[in-house]
């Protein structure tokens, strides 16, 4: 008699999980039509940075290549001339290309760029059909031109010498410091 009462409590107390969860709320997200918002610091996609003019901030010194322990960053330096000018330094990055099949999104090769030039965005869809589309070249990480800037090469504009350039000051002082250093109102 207990093996009869056995076989059938049995399928009952197996579908008691599912009836038990069958009228809870459901939690599911509508991922591509409602994205979920990232954190402030998350590791996304890079990007590599301009000055306000429109400058590349890389210099091509390929310490984030050296960085990064998956081997996804390829940089190859250039020197500037004097005819244009990609970076306010001696050199820029002629060729970048991070390898997103490679890339493990740890950000050691942000910490390691002294100009700052390579930050990471909140954006996470990387996912692509082909194996090529996910290696990005220098095109695809460079921010866009905001309204006011030039597309390299050009010279330096922000400010008289190097100093001032890397430290934002243009070479006009504006209507308020005139009149700090002149000691009156205008």
Same mark, same amino acid.
């Given at each position: 008699m207990a093996s009869v009462k056995e076989s059938l409590w049995d399928p009952v107390a197996g579908f008691g999980?599912?009836?038990r969860t069958m009228f809870r709320k459901v939690f599911t997200e509508e991922y591509p039509f409602d994205k979920k918002p990232t954190a402030p610091r998350f590791h996304g996609r890079h990007q590599l940075n301009r000055w306000p003019d429109g400058l590349e901030k890389c210099v091509g010194c390929e310490l984030c290549a050296w960085a990064c322990p998956a081997d996804a960053i390829y940089v190859e330096g250039a020197d500037n001339t004097d005819g244009g000018r990609f970076s306010p330094g001696e050199r820029y990055g002629r060729v970048y290309q991070i390898n997103? $099949? !490679?890339?493990i999104l740890c950000g050691l090769c942000i +910490?390691?760029?002294p100009t700052r030039a390579l930050t990471m965005t909140n +954006?996470? +869809? $990387?996912?692509d @059909?082909? !194996? +090529?589309s996910l290696i990005y070249e220098k095109k695809d990480l460079l921010a866009p031109l905001l309204p006011g800037m030039q597309e390299p090469p050009h010279d330096m504009q922000l400010g008289s010498t190097e100093k001032d350039y890397y430290l934002g000051l243009t070479g006009a002082a504006t209507t308020g410091e @005139?009149?700090?250093e002149g000691g009156g109102d205008q």
């Open positions: 999980v599912t009836f997103y $099949l !490679r890339c +910490e390691a760029c +954006e996470y +869809e $990387l996912a @059909r082909s !194996r +090529e @005139r009149a700090v």
